[in-house]
């Protein structure tokens, strides 16, 4: 199992611990190029399938809240990222 691999599976157990640098890796390897919009805004952008991808980034600390966790989830499920 490869790290975009094990990186999903991660993701999609929903864990309180998952973090942004994680999210951006994973995001990467799934195609999606990071465009920084302004303040913690960061939009993820993929040409085929198309998708976009709107968070703002978590702060003070990395970790992402469940929240957002649910709605990436909910994203690439949408885009047929689930279980490529």
């Not at 094990?6 to 864990?15: A, C, H, I, Q, V």
Request: net charge positive; aromatic share 8%.
């Amino acid at each position: 199992m490869g790290k975009k691999e094990k990186l999903r599976e991660r993701l999609y157990s929903k864990p309180k611990d998952f973090k942004w640098s994680e999210l951006c890796t994973l995001l990467g390897h799934l195609g999606y190029e990071r465009l920084e919009g302004k303040g913690s805004r960061v939009k993820f952008y993929r040409e085929s399938p198309r998708s976009l991808i709107t968070l703002h980034k978590p702060h003070p600390g990395e970790i992402l809240k469940e929240y957002l966790i649910k709605e990436v989830i909910k994203k690439l499920k949408g885009v047929g990222d689930g279980n490529d």
